[in-house]
């Protein structure tokens, strides 16, 4: 077992808490800086799979998480003409497995407890521009010129859009996606999410209108947008949005009158990250930082909370951090390249201005989530357990993910 470190963890969101209370509670001393002085959760309702449920597990938070959040059975998409797309269910890997939407500002309270439970270090205000390598430690580097030292090791988990990434590693790629969306959260006037299920209506690749279910009689709405179209202070056109959303789902009218009368919308990008390696001497990437996709798999928060108990089991494993670290990028390897590809290759289907690839989704996707092999593809990427484009990992007889590092 590795001796107590020193770790500093960059950032406050969803990975940075979970691996820094993972990392505490095995007895290293963990220091978490936070840039806001009030740290706060940014995005939407998000979707739980049986993988992210499994670390919440871990952290004693699966409970409360359930209790909070809305069970999602499956996914289904269907252009405006009612035709299937998607149609997934998470019974088809075991009768017991489900998802969970829940409110981002839900799961980041109920991490950020946790975390104040545990024996971490929390810095809030204090935002980390640069991380200085001295032989086999580090110091981190503040805006307001403060030092921090010395670390065995620092986590970067500062999110897809990180400043740290570009400057300590300067061959990662991370091109904004072309498209981004706005969201925001509504009453299910329509009983919509009575369903448990993850619903999308598209038109063509131009339109995207997702309704996901997150606990308390509440959807999380989200509409597809160009990326130029959400430039901080250019206004929404909500009277347009309203007839083109409204067209697009009948169904959904009055949940989307009261979005558009509450004017409550907030604005997210995305990014494509790929690092050339997963650390740098005693730094390491972790969460969005280190592998942000778009959101169409549905995988961000999940692969980040993977990240944080694989990161904390190797370190506990081995008897020293670089091969820790090493363990810990031969074990995320898989996983993260196959989502990123994957991520990669759908969301133009969904998301683009290609008209060709919105018709080659409407004429064989649907159809292809009823064939045997690809619904068993399908299923486990949905459910997060893939490993690979050829090997996934089957779930216990409760229907849960098995965490083995």
């Known amino acids: 077992m590795t001796a107590a470190l020193q770790i500093a963890v960059v950032g406050c969101g969803v990975a940075g808490q979970a691996a820094a209370t993972l990392l505490a509670d095995a007895g290293h001393a963990v220091t978490v800086f936070e840039r806001f002085a009030e740290p706060r959760p940014i995005g939407a309702g998000l979707l739980l799979q049986p ?42 890997l075991h009768p017991k497995a489900h998802g969970l939407g829940i409110l981002r500002s839900v799961l ?12 971490a270090r929390l810095l809030v205000g204090s935002e980390i521009v640069d991380v200085v390598r001295q032989g086999a430690t580090a110091s981190v580097m503040a805006a307001n010129g403060e030092t921090h030292v010395p670390f065995d090791l620092v986590v970067v988990a500062d999110g897809a859009h990180s400043a740290l990434r570009q400057r300590l590693m300067p061959a990662a790629r991370a091109p904004l996606y072309p498209w981004g969306c706005v969201w925001t959260t509504v009453p299910d006037l329509a009983g919509i999410g009575t369903g448990r299920l993850l619903r999308q209506r598209v038109r063509g690749t131009t339109e995207m209108m997702g309704l996901l279910p997150v606990g308390d009689g509440q959807l ?47 604005r997210a ?23 942000g996709t778009s ?28 091969s820790a670290l090493a363990l810990f990028g031969r074990r995320r390897d898989g996983p993260v390249r196959f989502y990123r590809q994957a991520s990669h290759l759908l969301t133009p289907f969904f998301q683009s201005h290609s008209g060709a690839l919105g ?22 990427t949905l459910a997060g357990t893939r490993r690979g484009w050829l090997s996934s990992v089957a779930l216990d007889d409760d229907g849960r993910y098995r965490l083995d590092g």
Do not use: K
């Open 51 to 92: 993988t992210g449920l499994a670390v919440l597990r871990a952290l004693g938070l699966a409970d409360q998480a359930m209790a909070r959040g809305a069970r999602v059975d499956g996914l289904e998409g269907r252009t405006h003409r009612g035709r299937a797309v998607l149609e997934l269910a998470y019974a088809d």
């Open 108 to 119: 980041f309270e109920l991490l950020h407890q946790r975390l104040h439970r545990s024996s």
């Open 220 to 266: 999380t709405m989200y509409w597809s947008v160009p990326v130029d179209q959400l430039a901080p202070g250019r206004p929404i056109d909500l009277a347009a949005w309203r007839r083109t959303a409204a067209a697009l789902w009948p169904e959904a009218a009055r949940i989307v009158d009261h979005a558009a009368a509450a004017d409550a919308f907030s």
């Open 269 to 291: 990008t995305y990014r494509h990250v790929a690092l050339p390696r997963w650390h740098d001497g005693p730094v390491v990437f972790i969460g969005d930082a280190a592998h």
């Open 295 to 322: 959101p169409q798999l549905g995988q961000g928060a999940n692969l980040g909370l993977l990240d944080a108990h694989a990161l904390a089991s190797a370190i506990g494993e081995t008897g020293e951090l670089t």
């Open 359 to 380: 018709l080659l989704r409407d004429a064989f996707m649907g159809m292809s989530c009823h064939l045997p092999g690809m619904r068993g593809l399908m299923g486990s």
